[in-house]
């Protein structure tokens, strides 16, 4: 069966390329990564054009409260109706970068503070973003989720996350490396369902969590092969 390989730009500037086993559509691919740096500490959501707009009409409920620019580029404000959560995202050309409050969202000169310290780079692969140098922030955490349609959910870290994810004991043979399955919580680590596992798989070059759609269709044996097809090769930038 022939595989499609999914190339990705990650936040850092490292480049992705995700290989999978058959050319299934890809449904959607979004980038969490987490900047610190002394007392600050904060998260971001990379997602495609139009991010935004689904996140607050299928996800949270909120409705558009403001709209200003930082540095060139529109930046929007969305709350849910009881103030518990606010999303703050700014647009790019091919993506967009998104933050989330708990409560009302702080003021805008502050927002414009927070998005205005952040080196962004959009391109059609993904955002290269970053804390200006003067801030002395770095990258704490980054990774990248694929939905791939009637098959589940892949996540793959960031390189310096993938060596803490990856099991000390040795794994099942794959096409292209390891392969580990864990029990999802509260499931029992003899149940013959794939559903009830989440699996783990790694190559020389990076690893990846897979989570197999509940709703697929496919049957057991297309399923793992699936997940046995899967590899995540990492290239620095």
Not at 75 to 98: C, F, K, P, Q, S
Not at 183 to 193: E, H, I, K, Q, V
Not at 211 to 232: E, H, Q
């Amino acid at each position: 069966m022939a595989g499609s390989t999914l190339r990705i730009m990650a936040p850092s500037g490292d480049r992705l390329a995700l290989y999978l086993a058959d050319e299934a559509p890809v449904r959607a691919v979004a980038t969490n990564v987490r900047f610190v740096g002394g007392a600050y500490s904060r998260g971001f959501q990379i997602g495609s054009r139009g991010y935004h707009d689904f996140v607050r009409k299928h996800v949270i409920k909120a409705a558009s409260t403001d709209r200003f620019v930082v540095k060139g580029r529109e930046t929007v404000v969305a709350a849910t109706a009881d103030g518990n959560t606010t999303i703050v995202t700014l647009l790019e050309r091919y993506h967009e970068l998104m933050t989330v409050f708990s409560g009302p969202a702080p003021s805008r000169e502050t927002l414009i503070g927070l998005f205005g310290t952040l080196e962004i780079q959009d391109h059609p692969r993904g955002m290269r973003v970053r804390p200006e140098r003067f801030t002395q922030g770095d990258t704490a955490l980054q990774q990248t989720a694929v939905t791939v349609a009637d098959r589940g959910t892949i996540v793959v870290p960031g390189p310096r996350q993938a060596r803490r994810m990856v099991p000390k004991h040795r794994g099942k043979s794959t096409r292209h490396g390891e392969l580990w399955r864990v029990p999802l919580p509260g499931r029992s680590a003899d149940s013959a369902s794939e559903h009830d596992y989440l699996y783990v798989v790694a190559g020389a070059k990076g690893a990846a969590e897979i989570r197999i759609d509940p709703g697929s269709r496919l049957d057991a044996s297309a399923l793992l092969t699936w997940v046995d097809g899967i590899d995540a090769a990492w290239t620095a930038a």
